[in-house]
């Protein structure tokens, strides 16, 4: 037995007229009708996972005293343990924010004070862990928007510049004119298919 599931607790407290009929999954009737005492919890998936990594011998390890039938409040170790699988280092996207401010404050700084850091810099970048929310997207607004661009930039009429590797198409990325993050629609009045430059320019462009 081990650890498949990350969860949040949606509800607590509910009775059995408000739980999911799950009479199909029981085998044996009483134990159907035991099952409906007491009160429940709603959880909502998280994350799945699947490895011997989180089996309960391994979890003994990390302390763990309880059986799984029962809830347990997890810290210390093995709470740090568990959640390293939930929150993986993601190397993140070339267009993912810059860290602009680090940059910025380079730039202004002295250039021979610059030089001499650079000297005894570090070349193996450390690896930062960060965990991220993506907006799943919808694909077929993706793929209606190239379609619709035919291989050139809605912004300026300038032909995409390659092609993609994958499947050969015209290289054009699709951008959401009102972000999702500001709640933009994931839809087709809401996109621009366009080139690389037209794409980097109004995100971190000065505008016009
Ligand atoms: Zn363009
Ligand atoms: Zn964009």
Redesign the pocket.
Known sequence: MRIGYKCIVQNVGLTKSKIRKDKKYWVNSADYQSSLEGSFVRLALVATINTEKLHLYTLRKFDLKTGPQKAKKLNGKLLEYIESFFSKPKLIDVFAKESDDAISKSIKLNRSSRLKRLEKANLKPKLVPVTSYVYERNPDVVAEALYRADGI?E??S?AAPFYRKSNNSPYLEVHHIVPLSNGGEDSLSNVLA??P??HRELHFGKGI
């Open positions: 930039c912004r300026c300038g366009l080139c430059n037209c």
